[in-house]
């Protein structure tokens, strides 16, 4: 199934700068929305940086995965105990 989004913000009618910010990723299924801080000093900046953070840690995190996807996939026994010792460890 392909999924297809849209996204869109409004200023309201009480705000004279839209603080609201998001991003979509349809392929990977991946959505990050930042609604404002009520007006707060620079809370269009703050919800900019917040979904910037986010999706810079995610797309890190995901490199991360998918070299560790990769070593298993080529039968690395090492990255395999390494594994294993953490899912033992998270378990007690």
């Known amino acids: ?25 349809d392929a990977r299924g991946f959505y990050v929305v930042a609604d404002g801080v009520g007006g707060h000093n620079k809370g269009e900046i703050a919800s900019r940086e917040a979904v910037e953070q986010l999706c810079s840690w995610v797309a ?21 105990w390494e594994i294993r010792r953490l899912l033992e460890a998270g378990v007690k």
């Open 1 to 25: 199934m392909k999924l297809l989004s849209t996204a869109r913000t409004d200023i309201g009618r009480k705000r004279q700068i839209n603080e609201d910010a998001f991003f979509r990723d």
């Open 60 to 80: 890190s995190a995901a490199r991360d995965l998918d070299r560790l996807v990769e070593r298993v996939e080529a039968g690395d026994a090492e990255c395999m």
